[in-house]
């Protein structure tokens, strides 16, 4: 077992450092800011990876890899990239022994990469759309880093696609956005709100970006997806155009759109307590801990263990026992409970007399008891449904509580540390700036999901609560990770 | 339709590279002897990491992922690892805008960094074994590079492995040699030879190398796949001992093992033909195409095609249809041709009428006539069977019948550009290497495949054919990529 972890309320980020060690999530490695994913962290990827990658695939995208390493003049040509991204590169200078004559980024983002190939593939509205993701590891040298959530190396996706029209590219970049916004909600189990970013905190080299913001635990704020459209910026820097149906020469359409393994973080940031990981069942590698109480005849009570395994795995469940004598039933609740088993089944003589076995949920360590036989499967599998939507409940209450409208300034700070603030806002990057200079407090995202909208009337205009000036619209301030 | 592609007896090595690029599967990149590898060409890659990563996962393995970088002094800790590995490093030497401290090396392999973690995973006999793998990319600095076969990057995965005794190591090794010889054979339909490396020929820090060796159609050698037992060399160069449960301090004894994207150069190497690509069904992401033939009732014609990609979808074969008519059917027979799809459906008014269609092979190009309905489904997945068999078949024949015994180095001299050649070899470096000046040809395994030992006597000791010192056993000698 794990050494104990530091509560919530006490101290949320030590608790959440200590969550991810105990767990044998993540560690940090011997080099700077780079973490090791370890195998339990690595099978939520794993699982996260699989439903975004058929969900990709349903939309008509396929997967390519391009290099790793990006020449320095190719990130040079796209003015606002490289000035958002060269500075937090790690740069090769030396390869086979000798310094190179050019030196080559590692890649930040495949932008620059990627263009310079589509305007080899692309001469025709025919080779257009194009739709390409590309699973990768990416480096930006963070200075603060933090277990998944902000990491000098981590793994994501990027999609890169170029259409043939702007109103193509905008409709991808809407499809992406809810594509993860789909994911997050039915997988992860977490809300989160879709909307536009500020310009100032948009994608460097992007028109436009879209993105899905959630809340943690500590009400803090975190970017959970973005989707760019890039206009035709990219094609530009690349010269990179098409014949079009008319025989004009046309720049491409382009846009970009990524998650990565901060979705862990996000995750373990929105769920989990002070017993350690709690997982969404859809996202659990194993969904089932079947634990036998070895008194009596012990080979007879195993034997029973086994056979709900069995049926269980027969039916889609993951299941697996753990009938070890060396450590208690209690040890074993704690350890599962810790790595997040979304389901526990205790199972002892008495019970197996009665035809019945306890389960235990993860989320909320409710006890039901039910029949052993033919019917577990089935209502095994009723419960991690309920479990999923619960914790999906859970976590929208917990949001809707935590988000309130402010009118003034000084509400705002008053309020600020309490959730998510809906407020007017001048549109201005000025008075952006200022807020976050005074408060810590960033515009997180410009919402245009129906229900939040219509909920705090967001798109009537109002009077900016710092500025007095006039706002066209209400926005989402935070602090955030 | 891409370009035409020169034949392999013109020319073998064009050929390979008309077809990768003809057939999109890769490019060369921007960046120095970096590759892209495009949609088609990752397709065969996704299908080649899932079937692996399921035998990887059925013999007790995890996933998880380490650093990218290396930091110097930790390359530096296994002799002979960097000797072998630091000549053909990519440096990072900046980062975040500065200096780095100590320059870090792209990971050519991951042994040092993750015995860095093992350390400190690895206190008791209770933590072994430790049976981790990885899908990650490396960088090897490599002077003259082929699409596939030979790129500065490249996608592999890396198993590493921790184990309490010597000969639970050694079991691993076979273990996951063997998983890699039954890949080759049952999905990429590529017989291989298994068996030990020479000395010269092993991994730079490994005790023993083993190794698959499969031959491609121009009678060369190709390394598919190797398994190392690392002795306690890493643990003693990184200080990671274990409690035995003698309760004695003791060095961990460890294994590692890979493949790569080189194996799709393999599978291309080794069954393609001048039309295009020729792909094993198991590894075909899609495995049949049906091209209606667009005369008469065209609507009717494409309605019953659709029909029949329906039921083959319905049963589990990937299918799809081109009904386009900016092609002409021969066009579209080409064009699949060159990309490899294992069967293709012809379908035109008079085979409605007659209720059959026509079925071409991809391989031998043999046609047959099948009946539509519900028989067609169960049909189509046997003749993928007959496929996927008759090309490993065809493949061993080929083998077998460019193996031949030789008796002197004359004989081998004259032999060596004809395929594998065994021959004794008195198991010293300096006659491996003087062979080597000599003819190109180098010691491609000790073969441990129980029919090929039998077949050629291989264990029975002998005279060497160039020193005529005494052997102890026959080995194989090839020309190699």
């Given at each position: 077992?794990?050494?104990?972890?530091?509560?919530?309320?006490?101290?949320?980020?030590?608790?959440?450092?200590?969550?991810?060690?105990?767990?044998?999530?993540?560690?940090?490695?011997?080099?700077?800011?780079?973490?090791?994913?370890?195998?339990?962290?690595?099978?939520?990827?794993?699982?996260?990876?699989?439903?975004?990658?058929?969900?990709?695939?349903?939309?008509?995208?396929?997967?390519?890899?391009?290099?790793?390493?990006?020449?320095?003049?190719?990130?040079?040509?796209?003015?606002?990239?490289?000035?958002?991204?060269?500075?937090?590169?790690?740069?090769?200078?030396?390869?086979?022994?000798?310094?190179?004559?050019?030196?080559?980024?590692?890649?930040?983002?495949?932008?620059?990469?990627?263009?310079?190939?589509?305007?080899?593939?692309?001469?025709?509205?025919?080779?257009?759309?194009?739709?390409?993701?590309?699973?990768?590891?990416?480096?930006?040298?963070?200075?603060?880093?933090?277990?998944?959530?902000?990491?000098?190396?981590?793994?994501?996706?990027?999609?890169?696609?170029?259409?043939?029209?702007?109103?193509?590219?905008?409709?991808?970049?809407?499809?992406?956005?809810?594509?993860?916004?789909?994911?997050?909600?039915?997988?992860?189990?977490?809300?989160?709100?879709?909307?536009?970013?500020?310009?100032?905190?948009?994608?460097?080299?992007?028109?436009?970006?879209?993105?899905?913001?959630?809340?943690?635990?500590?009400?803090?704020?975190?970017?959970?997806?973005?989707?760019?459209?890039?206009?035709?910026?990219?094609?530009?820097?690349?010269?990179?155009?098409?014949?079009?149906?008319?025989?004009?020469?046309?720049?491409?359409?382009?846009?970009?759109?990524?998650?990565?393994?901060?979705?862990?973080?996000?995750?373990?940031?929105?769920?989990?307590?002070?017993?350690?990981?709690?997982?969404?069942?859809?996202?659990?590698?194993?969904?089932?801990?079947?634990?036998?109480?070895?008194?009596?005849?012990?080979?007879?009570?195993?034997?029973?263990?086994?056979?709900?395994?069995?049926?269980?795995?027969?039916?889609?469940?993951?299941?697996?026992?753990?009938?070890?004598?060396?450590?208690?039933?209690?040890?074993?609740?704690?350890?599962?409970?810790l790595q997040g088993i979304p389901l526990r089944i205790e199972l002892g003589p008495r019970d197996i007399d009665k035809g019945v076995c306890i389960v235990a949920r993860r989320d909320n360590g409710e006890k039901t008891t039910l029949n052993l036989g033919a019917s577990l499967p089935g209502e095994l599998q009723k419960l991690l449904d309920t479990m999923q939507?619960?914790?999906?409940?859970?976590?929208?209450?917990?949001?809707?509580?935590?988000?309130?409208?402010?009118?003034?300034?000084?509400?705002?700070?008053?309020?600020?540390?309490?959730?998510?603030?809906?407020?007017?806002?001048?549109?201005?990057?000025?008075?952006?700036?200022?807020?976050?200079?005074?408060?810590?407090?960033?515009?997180?995202?410009?919402?245009?999901?129906?229900?939040?909208?219509?909920?705090?009337?967001?798109?009537?205009?109002?009077?900016?609560?710092?500025?007095?000036?006039?706002?066209?619209?209400?926005?989402?301030?935070?602090?955030?990770?």
């Open positions: 077992m794990a050494e104990k972890i530091t509560s919530r309320e006490a101290d949320y980020s030590q608790w959440y450092i200590d969550l991810v060690r105990s767990a044998k999530l993540a560690d940090y490695s011997d080099v700077r800011g780079c973490m090791i994913i370890r195998p339990n962290g690595y099978a939520i990827w794993e699982k996260m990876q699989a439903a975004l990658d058929r969900m990709f695939k349903e939309t008509g995208h396929v997967n390519a890899y391009f290099p790793l390493f990006i020449p320095e003049s190719f990130i040079q040509k796209e003015a606002d990239h490289i000035e958002g991204f060269a500075p937090e590169c790690a740069v090769v200078t030396h390869g086979g022994g000798e310094k190179l004559q050019e030196n080559l980024f590692v890649r930040p983002t495949s932008e620059t990469i990627i263009w310079s190939s589509y305007k080899k593939w692309i001469q025709s509205y025919r080779d257009l759309p194009l739709l390409i993701n590309q699973w990768a590891n990416v480096v930006r040298w963070e200075m603060r880093t933090r277990l998944f959530l902000r990491t000098t190396e981590f793994l994501w996706q990027e999609g890169h696609t170029a259409h043939a029209t702007r109103a193509e590219a905008h409709e991808e970049v809407m499809r992406m956005i809810n594509v993860y916004k789909t994911f997050a909600e039915e997988y992860m189990a977490l809300p989160v709100i879709m909307g536009r970013k500020s310009e100032s905190e948009k994608f460097a080299g992007a028109e436009e970006t879209w993105c899905i913001e959630a809340m943690m635990q500590d009400k803090k704020a975190l970017q959970a997806g973005t989707s760019h459209n890039l206009g035709q910026n990219f094609a530009k820097a690349f010269d990179c155009r098409f014949q079009s149906k008319d025989g004009e020469l046309e720049y491409v359409w382009a846009t970009s759109w990524g998650v990565s393994t901060r979705l862990i973080g996000a995750l373990i940031m929105a769920h989990s307590d002070d017993k350690g990981l709690v997982l969404p069942p859809k996202l659990a590698t194993r969904q089932v801990v079947v634990i036998p109480i070895l008194r009596g005849d012990k080979e007879m009570v195993v034997e029973h263990a086994q056979n709900v395994v069995d049926s269980l795995t027969a039916d889609g469940i993951s299941a697996f026992m753990d009938a070890g004598e060396q450590n208690s039933p209690g040890w074993k609740f704690a350890e599962y409970e939507k619960a914790m999906y409940a859970k976590a929208l209450d917990f949001r809707n509580t935590n988000t309130f409208e402010v009118a003034d300034f000084g509400e705002f700070r008053e309020k600020i540390d309490h959730g998510f603030l809906v407020a007017h806002w001048d549109g201005t990057p000025e008075t952006e700036e200022k807020i976050k200079e005074e408060t810590k407090a960033t515009i997180r995202v410009l919402p245009e999901d129906q229900d939040l909208v219509d909920r705090f009337d967001m798109l009537t205009p109002g009077t900016c609560i710092y500025s007095g000036k006039p706002s066209l619209r209400k926005v989402i301030f935070a602090k955030a990770y």
